[in-house]
C-alpha cells in the first residue's frame, strides 16, 4: 500500500507524536483524532482484507492505521499496561470491555467519533467492512495478552505487539448466549 500522506504530513505525525512523557488515555484519544485529519481515504488501496500500518512508535506512544476492508473481531484481549485512544474514520467499530456478572455491553462508534480505554482493561473491539481507524498506544504495546476459554476455564495466551489478536470464540459465546438461554448456553424456563 502506499502512504496515505505526503513528506510534509510525516513532519506532522512526528509533531503529534512528540511527548517527554507517557501519555494519558485522553491525550492518546487527542492525537488519534490529530492524525485521523491527516489520512485521506481516497488515497487508500482497498484491496485485500486489510492491514495495520505502523505509523509512528517512540518510547512513549505508537500509532497504527487500521484498514479492515472485510469485517473484523479482535477478540478480548489486553494490552499489558498501555492505554489506547481510538479515532474512527470511516465505517463502524465497537468497543466491549470485558465484564463479569452483568450483561457485555459494546458501545459502538462512527465517523469522527473517538474513545479510550485504559491500560489495565480487558476489551474486543469489532470492526465493520470498510473501517478506517487510528489507534493510539502509550505506552508502546509490548505483547497483547489474548483472552478465551479453554474447558471452561479462562486462558490468556501472551502475543507479539505487531500481531493481530484472533477471535474469541468460546468465550465470546458464554458471554452472549442466545437470547433464552441462561448461564453457559443453558436454556432458561419460564414458568
Known amino acids: 500500500m502506499g502512504t496515505p500522506w505526503g513528506e510534509q504530513d510525516t513532519a506532522r505525525l512526528r509533531a503529534i507524536a512528540a511527548s517527554d512523557r507517557p501519555l494519558a488515555p485522553h491525550e492518546c484519544a487527542e492525537r488519534a483524532r490529530q492524525v485521523a485529519a491527516l ?6 488501496d482497498r484491496s485485500g482484507p486489510g492491514e495495520a500500518l505502523l505509523l509512528w512508535r517512540d518510547e512513549h506512544s505508537e500509532a497504527w492505521l487500521n484498514l479492515w476492508w472485510q ?11 498501555s492505554c489506547v485512544g481510538v479515532h474512527v474514520i470511516e465505517g463502524r467499530a465497537w468497543n466491549e470491555p ?5 450483561p457485555p455491553e459494546a458501545r459502538e462508534y462512527g465517523p469522527g467519533e473517538t474513545f479510550w480505554f485504559p491500560g489495565e482493561g480487558i476489551h474486543r473491539m469489532d470492526h465493520q467492512a ?17 483472552y478465551d476459554l479453554d474447558d471452561g476455564q479462562l486462558r490468556r495466551t501472551p ?3 505487531d500481531e493481530p489478536s484472533p477471535p474469541s470464540g468460546a468465550l465470546y459465546e458464554a458471554l452472549h448466549p442466545p437470547v433464552g438461554a441462561g448461564p453457559a448456553g443453558h436454556d432458561v424456563t419460564v414458568s
Open 39 to 44: 489520512i485521506e481515504p481516497g488515497r487508500l
Open 71 to 81: 469485517p473484523r473481531d479482535t477478540g478480548y484481549h489486553d494490552h499489558t499496561g
Open 98 to 102: 470485558l465484564t463479569v456478572g452483568a
Open 159 to 161: 502475543g507479539l505487539p
Open 130 to 146: 470498510g473501517a478506517i481507524t487510528i489507534h493510539v498506544y502509550s505506552p508502546p504495546i509490548r505483547a497483547i495478552g489474548h
